[in-house]
T-cell receptor
Framework: AQTVTQSQPEMSVQEAETVTLSCTYD???????LFWYKQPPSRQMILVIR??????QNATENRFSVNFQKAAKSFSLKISDSQLGDTAMYFC????????FGTGTRLQVFP | DGGITQSPKYLFRKEGQNVTLSCEQN?????MYWYRQDPGQGLRLIYY???????QKGDIAEGYSVSREKKESFPLTVTSAQKNPTAFYLC???????????????FGPGTRLTVL
């Protein structure tokens, strides 16, 4: 079975600092996609960043970057220069035919 | 502006009643999805549709039904057979899954269903 594991239910970080959210997944597929979604208190799911498994280069979107380790089946999200608006639930997701979500990490950014 | 709309934002239902949640998209996406979100859990797939007049069960389809008569619309009915329907429901859409690179799903704002 394909699974996504987020082992950190809650994280906190001070404004302007850097934080890393962990995600591991399990699959026998070779071609797939990985995503990090953000869900702020409004509950709107927003795509933060995506990674294609066939690409070795780690994806980057402004302050957000990933550390994709295919052999280890690891896909962590690094948020640099954290801002108060980054406070949200963060979901790691994996997709071949279906999108499978982890249970989420609640991130609180403190001033 | 293109996007996905869900209505209503909050919905209350008495036990034993069926209720229908609306999902409309103007992104010209072929594929549409319904997810359920419970506290402390990730999103779980209820139903999905890759083309008009066709849909497939997801992981937790029991007690739910859908229709896909139009490309833009994918309503979800929560029936009285659903034992624990109180949850947050999210609708999503994406370009045809068969296209290379077209794997991102776009989400609506969600509907909070409460059974009284």
């Amino acid at each position: 079975a394909q699974t996504v594991t987020q082992s950190q239910p809650e994280m906190s970080v001070q404004e302007a600092e850097t934080v890393t959210l962990s995600c591991t997944y399990d699959t026998s597929e070779n071609n797939y996609y990985l995503f990090w979604y953000k869900q702020p208190p409004s509950r709107q799911m927003i795509l933060v960043i995506r990674q294609e498994a066939y690409k070795q280069q780690n994806a980057t979107e402004n302050r957000f970057s990933v550390n994709f380790q295919k052999a280890a089946k690891s896909f962590s999200l690094k948020i640099s220069d954290s801002q108060l608006g980054d406070t949200a639930m963060y979901f790691c997701a994996f997709r071949t035919d279906k999108l499978i979500f982890g249970t989420g990490t609640r991130l609180q950014v403190f001033p | 502006d293109g996007g996905i709309t869900q209505s209503p934002k909050y919905l209350f239902r008495k036990e034993g009643q069926n209720v229908t949640l609306s999902c409309e998209q103007n992104l010209n996406h072929d594929a549409m999805y319904w997810y359920r979100q419970d506290p402390g859990q990730g999103l779980r797939l209820i139903y999905y549709s890759q083309i008009v007049n066709d849909f497939q069960k997801g992981d937790i389809a029991e007690g739910y039904s859908v229709s896909r008569e139009k490309k833009e619309s994918f309503p979800l009915t929560v029936t009285s057979a659903q034992k624990n329907p109180t949850a947050f429901y999210l609708c999503a859409s994406s370009i045809d899954e068969g296209l290379a690179g077209a794997r991102e799903q776009f989400f609506g704002p969600g509907t909070r269903l409460t059974v009284l």
